[in-house]
């Protein structure tokens, strides 16, 4: 791990695993219950201060992404983002070749919202019509993701965006990547308020999110294969 992470305890291979020599690291980072802050690295010293703003700035973009989609401004406070904030550390060491390894895999984040700091060295792609475009990082700029939730919960409006991370033969990359959970039990369905029975009916069932981490656990993270069993089919 490269310096000023420093250790970090109870870490655990991605889920989702590169094809290269990825160092991946994911936790719980917040709320700072006992048992999420004996999973914190060591440094730095202000790493609650970075989970708190991030906690903070993903309520504020929910709050707005609501606003935008005329629900209340709260909806998707309490239950549908209240769970534990999910952190991934991905170290990407250069590779001598890097049409030959993958740095992550394409997959769609399984929640809500994920906020990506990708620090000055490119390597994250998302799926656009067909083709993937490469995502430039922006100094001090987070890249905002929409993962499946959201696009349930929207009822198909905001689609989660598909997406991997490339390697290059010169530069070693890291991104830390902070998840919004729902909490455990959450009953996750498209919001009333988005559905219509005769024009816009809706496209999902009602699931709790364990259930959805365990089908999206069994398809791989592959994107219509996760969608496909909380369809709602109409044909
Ligand atoms: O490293 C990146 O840019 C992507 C990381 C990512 O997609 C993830 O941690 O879910
Ligand atoms: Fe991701």
Same mark, same amino acid.
């Given at each position: 791990?490269?310096?000023?992470?420093?250790?970090?305890?109870?870490?655990?291979?991605?889920?989702?695993?590169?094809?290269?020599?990825?160092?991946? %690291?994911?936790?719980?980072?917040?709320?700072?219950?006992?048992?999420?802050?004996? &999973?914190?690295? %060591?440094?730095?010293? %202000?790493?609650?201060?970075?989970?708190?703003?991030?906690?903070?700035?993903?309520?504020?973009? @929910?709050?707005?992404?609501?606003? #935008?989609?005329?629900?209340?401004?709260?909806?998707?406070?309490?239950?549908?983002?209240?769970?534990?904030?999910?952190?991934?550390?991905?170290?990407?060491?250069? &590779?001598?070749?890097?049409?030959?390894?993958?740095?992550? @895999?394409?997959? &769609?984040?399984?929640?809500?919202?994920?906020?990506? %700091? $990708?620090?000055?060295?490119?390597?994250? $792609?998302?799926?656009? #019509?067909?083709?993937?475009?490469?995502?430039?990082?922006?100094?001090?700029?987070?890249?905002?993701?929409?993962?499946? $939730?959201?696009?349930?919960?929207?009822?198909?409006?905001?689609?989660?965006?598909?997406?991997?991370?490339?390697?290059?033969?010169?530069?070693?990359?890291?991104?830390?990547?902070?998840?919004?959970?729902?909490?455990?039990? &959450?009953?996750?369905?498209?919001?009333?308020?988005?559905?219509?029975?005769?024009?816009?009916?809706?496209?999902?069932?009602?699931?709790?999110?364990?259930?959805?981490?365990?089908?999206?656990?069994?398809?791989?993270?592959?994107?219509?294969?996760?969608?496909?069993?909380?369809?709602?089919?109409?044909?």
């Amino acid at each position: 791990m490269a310096s000023g992470i420093g250790r970090l305890e109870r870490t655990h291979a991605r889920r989702r695993p590169a094809t290269g020599a990825t160092t991946s %690291s994911s936790f719980r980072c917040y709320p700072p219950s006992d048992h999420n802050v004996r &999973c914190w690295p %060591s440094k730095p010293a %202000s790493f609650l201060d970075y989970c708190e703003a991030v906690h903070g700035l993903a309520q504020t973009l @929910l709050g707005l992404v609501a606003e #935008g989609l005329g629900l209340d401004a709260g909806f998707f406070a309490g239950d549908l983002s209240g769970g534990d904030t999910h952190m991934s550390i991905n170290y990407y060491p250069p &590779c001598p070749d890097p049409s030959v390894t993958m740095g992550l @895999l394409a997959h &769609c984040d399984r929640h809500l919202l994920t906020l990506l %700091s $990708q620090a000055d060295v490119a390597g994250l $792609q998302a799926r656009h #019509g067909g083709r993937w475009l490469l995502v430039r990082p922006v100094q001090g700029a987070f890249v905002v993701n929409f993962g499946h $939730q959201m696009e349930i919960v929207t009822n198909g409006v905001l689609a989660s965006v598909e997406h991997r991370a490339v390697t290059n033969s010169v530069a070693a990359r890291m991104s830390v990547a902070s998840h919004v959970h729902p909490m455990d039990g &959450c009953l996750i369905r498209p919001a009333p308020e988005l559905v219509d029975e005769a024009e816009n009916p809706a496209k999902y069932r009602e699931f709790l999110f364990s259930e959805f981490m365990e089908a999206y656990d069994a398809a791989d993270a592959s994107r219509e294969d996760v969608l496909d069993s909380f369809k709602i089919r109409r044909d």
